[in-house]
């Protein structure tokens, strides 16, 4: 097994690892360190104290609230969400693109879904505006709750780190 | 006492145990159920006694399966074979469990072992019997093959009388006698147009083809040459595989092998598990994936009024990733199979899905049966990926099959991004299509058909810390590989106008998918040609991840009367290159203007005639993208429009990028102007967007009036009939009264096979496999 050091992480975070390194990575079995490191590194980018419990997207995280130790789902903008077992996407903004005149600020003609198919739901950040997803479904279709992560078992059984603090 | 001889009763005690193949089978299925270990192997005992000599049969074994399809794959002719390997050898155990694979359409471990274990459980043992030197040749969509166009071979491989294993090698041919040419035709809407199908049938004894069926298969398919080395190519495979599993048994001994058959199926189990331990998250994984099936329109000739109609495929999937690494993929909700050729067997599922996983999950040498042991599927009777009829056409299961994955790969990168193995993320598959494909009398003179395999090269999908691949893989060949211009000019009577990187097709996102590639086809030299397209056009099957955009859809281009024989002579301006922007009609500016164009959506037709100098625009997708557009560095950006990979107004539309051209039509972004503009752009996403609990009061007014297409209604009314689970949670979410329901019966299309279905099962003397919940 290949290992690696914070600052490898932290370029692999920021997108500026060199190749061999992140060639290496793809190759080489998993480092079971990796987990911590990349917490810490995203951890030092954050501008509140809130505690990293599990990244779910470039902008958004599972956190422990500095507070009162609940966990939510906050934008890095500091935009608190909802807790964390709840579907963030219910308490962003949406924009739907449901005609083709909104498809044509995406692709060139002919190139976007017909939206008597299908639509694109953009999910943005209320506060900073950051697009954080975008389904593709057909008219109709719920909005889909994408991950719901046993992090208990993760944190204690998987990689061995003490489970943080949670408050009811 | 006269007692009657195995011969009498049928018995051929192929095993020299006493018991029939199907009861052998039986208990190794039982001791797995009970222990939770491949065959009750808690303990592998030739791996812990002599680790070293477990390695180097697994090397030699393997090595050897790789050898022989790199060599036997030089006999063929055929181009899909020859140019973009779509072959691949397999050596199962006795009971049709896949105990190694070679490179190649590793698709193929699970359903040659389907066929083995038809004929197991059929008794083919006792007729047509099982004997050293025979050769099995399948294609059965109903039994576990993907599509009819995937010829397997099978050769029982004896010991001293024993049976002890079988080979199994399989091609993807170029025709296989469907209704409409090619390999994976559109024409057809049930299995009685699919083509050739032949059922586990004995094609061969004392290792010779059978002339019956040399001469049967040969006039059944149009393109016999290409078939019958095909054919050639199986057959040296298999033999060579036969031939080093003796000289493996003779230096290793036979319990030494059959051991090893047995333990490295159980090592593959709980590779998965580790692995998935190793690399994701434990929890519940939500994803869905669609296809459009637009069957209405007039260029859709099809011999039943009931296929026409607009529907589209819905494939939800629920992963759940459980504390012992064990996952299961719950198809809960997916809409009914249909009168068209994109329905899959289940085996197709569990089988094919390892070549997806080869590429991400599983990127080792030891591809085998073990996987599926570790993974609980759900595919719902009666849905599009397990149908309940045996009726249904399966030419282009992947059109299905690799929609219904891209939603794997989602649910697979989301965990690997929240673990931070960033390196790992994938946002998806792009749709590999368009397939181009058609037939006639060609430039020789001979009839023939064509499928190209340039979709073996589409944009993949966006990664974590980098851009996907330009025309670079299809999910169904990890090998990916467009072929050679020259090679499909030998093939095809169809010249080359250009080859060009598709712009815009790559989903926009921090890391953009990679893009696909468009070649421009004019018919040139044949005596009858016809053609057709087959792709999504309405719709995409990607999503694209955590902010990043799907890739683009499909559109079509078709001329025809264009002058262009006139227009060469006379040395006027032809259409070459690429169809940069669609909307500029560019290519229409040098064809006459009396021409015939279809520049349309309708990605899916059926075969037409097409002159020499007609013109056929073959558009092979991009992938889907990766992360919020607006974080996309300005220097990729200025690249890209460099390339000619994205047109301007898109720079400026999606990525806010401040964009100027010199004089010598080089750009460049301005990064501060560009810093400026996103924090604008941001402000205005938010000032044109509502709370998403808004904005669901408005969806929910639609729903209860039926404010949707037809197509959006018939698949929700196929997913509702099959499952009140997915119809409860629907109507939950959306808080509908208790009397809302969407019915075939009220959306005025027909509903052909929605009531009244026969599945194979019910057919007299058969044993259908059944590998899946159901």
């Known amino acids: ?168 | 006492m006269n007692m009657l001889s195995n011969t009498e009763t049928g018995f051929a005690d192929l095993l020299k145990n006493g018991q029939t193949l199907s009861q052998f089978r039986g208990d190794v299925i039982e001791r797995t159920n009970t222990t939770g270990y491949y065959n009750g192997l808690e303990k592998l005992e030739l791996r812990e006694r002599d680790p070293i000599g477990y390695e180097k049969l697994f090397s030699k074994l393997r090595g050897g399966l790789v050898h022989a399809r790199e060599t036997a794959k030089k006999i063929a002719a055929s181009p899909i074979v020859e140019q973009e390997g779509e072959l691949c050898f397999t050596l199962y155990n006795a009971i049709g469990d896949c105990v190694l694979t070679s490179t190649g359409i590793i698709i193929h471990v699970g359903t040659m072992g389907a066929a083995i274990k038809y004929m197991i459980e059929n008794n083919w043992e006792a007729n047509p019997g099982i004997a050293p030197g025979d050769m099995f040749t399948n294609n059965d969509c109903a039994i576990g093959n993907v599509h009819p166009c995937d010829i397997a071979t099978i050769v029982p491989i004896f010991h001293e009388g024993r049976l002890i294993g079988w080979v199994g090698g399989v091609t993807h041919v170029i025709d296989t006698g469907a209704v409409t040419p090619g390999s994976m035709s559109t024409g057809q809407t049930s299995r009685f147009g699919d083509g050739y199908m032949i059922t586990c049938r004995k094609t061969g004894v004392n290792d010779t083809p059978l002339r019956d069926w040399l001469h049967e298969s040969q006039r059944s398919v149009r393109t016999p040459k290409y078939w019958i080395l095909d054919e050639k190519t199986r057959i040296a495979g298999c033999h060579m595989i036969r031939e080093l599993v003796e000289e493996v048994i003779a230096a290793d001994g036979i319990e030494s092998y059959e051991k090893f058959c047995y333990e490295v199926i159980e090592e593959g189990r709980r590779g998965l598990m580790m692995r998935i331990k190793d690399m994701t998250i434990p929890g519940v994984y939500r994803k869905v994936a669609f296809v459009d099936v637009p069957y209405a329109h007039e260029d859709i000739g099809v011999s039943s009024k009931f296929a026409k109609l607009d529907s589209i495929m819905h494939s939800p999937c629920k992963m759940t990733i459980k504390q012992d690494g064990k996952w299961r993929l719950d198809f809960e909700g997916a809409s009914r199979w249909g009168w068209h050729t994109f329905n899959a067997h289940q085996v197709a599922f569990t089988s094919g899905m390892w070549v997806m996983m080869c590429q991400t999950l599983v990127p080792t040498q030891r591809i085998n049966d073990g996987a599926y042991f570790a993974t609980e599927f759900r595919l719902p009777k009666g849905t599009w990926c397990n149908p309940d009829d045996r009726r249904t056409g399966h030419a282009y299961a992947w059109h299905f099959l690799v929609s219904g994955w891209s939603a794997l790969w989602r649910g697979l990168s989301q965990a690997y991004f929240s673990r931070g193995y960033l390196e790992e993320v994938n946002a998806g598959n792009a749709n590999t299509s368009n397939w181009l494909q058609g037939g006639g009398i060609n430039q020789d003179g001979e009839i023939h058909a064509v499928n190209s395999f340039e979709a073996s090269s589409c944009g993949t999908g966006a990664c974590a810390v980098k851009d996907g691949l330009n025309h670079a893989a299809a999910i169904w060949n990890p090998e990916g590989d467009m072929g050679d211009i020259e090679i499909w000019e030998m093939a095809e009577p169809l010249l080359y106008l250009g080859r060009n990187v598709k712009a815009n097709s790559g989903g926009y996102g921090k890391y953009r998918g990679g893009c696909g590639f468009e070649t421009l086809r004019m018919v040139w030299n044949s005596q009858d040609w016809s053609m057709f397209f087959m792709g999504n056009g309405y719709m995409n099957s990607d999503w694209g991840l955590m902010g990043g955009y799907p890739s683009a859809t499909g559109y079509r281009f078709e001329a025809h009367n264009t002058g262009l024989e006139r227009r060469i002579a006379n040395g006027e301006a032809i259409p070459l290159g690429a169809d940069l922007d669609p909307g500029l009609h560019t290519y229409e500016q040098s064809i006459d203007a009396t021409s015939l164009v279809k520049r349309d959506k309708q990605c899916m037709t059926t075969e037409d005639c097409y002159a020499n100098h007609d013109l056929y625009l073959n558009y092979l997708r991009g992938g889907p993208g990766f992360g919020d557009p607006l974080d996309r560095d300005v220097k990729s950006i200025e690249k890209d429009l460099n390339e000619l990979f994205l047109l301007p107004e898109f720079a400026a539309k999606v990525y806010a990028a401040v964009v100027t051209q010199n004089a010598k039509g080089v750009y460049t972004v301005d990064a501060a102007k560009t810093a400026a503009r996103r924090a604008e752009f941001r402000k205005e996403r938010i000032a044109r967007s509502v709370p998403t609990r808004e904005w669901m009061k408005e969806e929910r007014a639609r729903i209860i009036s039926k404010h949707a297409s037809t197509p959006v209604q018939h698949m929700f009314a196929t997913s509702f009939a099959l499952s009140e689970v997915f119809k409860n949670e629907f109507k939950t979410f959306w808080n509908l009264p208790a009397d809302w329901d969407v019915l075939e019966t009220e959306l005025g299309v027909p509903s052909y096979g929605s009531k009244f279905r026969m599945d194979l099962s019910l057919m007299p003397d058969v044993r259908t496999i059944v590998q899946v919940e159901e």
């Not at chain 1, 480092?31 to 470039?58: C, H, N, W």
């Open chain 1, 1 to 168: 097994m290949s290992t690696y050091n914070k600052e490898q992480v932290a370029h692999l975070a920021a997108g500026t690892l060199d190749w061999d390194t992140t060639f290496r990575m793809l190759q080489m079995p998993k480092d079971k360190a990796r987990f911590s490191m990349y917490v810490e590194a995203l951890q030092a980018k954050l501008t509140f104290p809130d505690r990293i419990v599990l990244p779910l997207g470039p902008h958004l995280y599972i956190v422990q609230s500095a507070k009162n130790k609940q966990w939510i789902v906050k934008c890095d903008c500091g935009h608190e969400f909802c807790g964390y077992k709840e579907n963030w996407k219910l308490f962003a903004n949406i924009y739907v693109r449901d005609t083709p005149e909104a498809m044509a600020d995406v692709y060139p003609a002919l190139m976007a879904p017909d939206t008597k198919w299908q639509v694109y739901r953009e999910y943005y950040c209320p506060s900073c505006g950051t697009m954080h997803d975008v389904e593709a479904p057909t008219p109709w279709y719920p909005v889909i709750h994408d991950f719901e992560p046993d992090i208990e078992t993760f944190y204690k059984e998987w990689v061995g780190m003490p489970l943080p603090e949670r408050a009811a």
